[in-house]
């Protein structure tokens, strides 16, 4: 099957991670079915049969951020092995030492780790979100989950959430704005058996539905994580611990300032590549 991949570039105050997120989203309502973030804007892929271009312009023209010119390129590229190009230049298997593998189903299997999930993305893990994926899950393997409530938000693949629970926590949570990312984590918890985890369609006004969770973990940007924080702490039982990531060193005195104002304790941070992933309490 030949494809077309369009190359996107903004002009814009907003972050160019943020702009992907929503851009990708959109995009993939009208058919576009994988995408990877590029240094300056995404790619993103869609078979010659389903390219329309009058319903990709009605989408930029609707686009639901304010102060983004959207720019584009295309071109039209022959049928190949899409799973040797997503293996070879897009999604590569993230490992954190011996303990934790993440890889897609067309990779081979890696003997020797503790943890092996297999995750098939609909989008491909850009640099930050490897980065801070990453960050996340050197974090939770350092947990003891057994028996305790988590909650994954902002769940993307559903990869946190399930390590979660392939680490034994109990009522195990991911929820999502994005339908797309929705569709793709019930595939995911399907393909590695552990379909005793919850997922949700929406943003933070699905917490509430799921009671209290002795764990958060949120890895999603600065301006989602500043806003909701509010929200993650009323779901937080006494002692809990909220992990937050998605954002940059220089963000973290917003980040831990917002906490504050919450009640929260800002305890500790790990940085990676300029990423960080920041620990808080609730006492």
């Not at 993307?156 to 629970?165: D, E, H, M, R, W």
Request: hydrophobic share 35%; net charge negative.
């Amino acid at each position: 099957m030949n494809y077309y991949e369009l190359k996107f570039t903004y002009e814009s105050p907003i972050e160019t991670t943020i702009i992907n997120d929503v851009l990708a989203s959109e995009l993939g309502e009208t058919g576009f079915e994988s995408f990877s973030e590029s240094e300056d804007g995404l790619l993103a892929y869609i078979s010659e049969q389903l390219y329309n271009v009058e319903a990709l312009q009605d989408k930029l023209k609707e686009f639901p951020l304010e102060n983004v010119a959207i720019r584009y390129t295309e071109q039209l590229v022959e049928s190949k092995d899409w799973n040797e190009e997503w293996e070879k230049n897009y999604f590569k298997p993230i490992r954190i030492g011996t303990d934790c593998i993440i890889r897609a189903s067309f990779h081979e299997p890696e003997p020797g780790y503790t943890y092996n999930i297999i995750i098939d993305p609909k989008m491909a893990f850009g640099t930050g979100n490897h980065e801070t994926t990453y960050l996340m899950i050197t974090e939770m393997l350092k947990l003891d989950l057994e028996g305790k409530d988590l909650l994954d938000m902002g769940c993307g693949t559903a990869v946190l959430a399930i390590l979660a629970k392939m680490r034994k926590a109990g009522k195990v949570v991911g929820i999502d704005i994005d339908e797309w990312a929705y569709n793709n984590a019930l595939e995911n918890i399907s393909l590695n058996h552990t379909e005793d985890i919850q997922i949700a369609l929406g943003g933070a006004e699905q917490i509430p539905t799921f009671g209290q969770f002795d764990i958060v973990f949120a890895n999603i940007n600065r301006n989602i994580l500043l806003n909701d924080i509010k929200h993650y702490t009323g779901c937080m039982k006494p002692g809990a611990h909220l992990f937050m990531s998605g954002f940059y060193t220089e963000d973290i005195p917003a980040i831990q300032a917002e906490c504050e104002r919450n009640g929260l304790t800002f305890l500790s941070y790990t940085e990676r590549n300029n990423w960080v992933a920041v620990k808080t309490q609730k006492p």
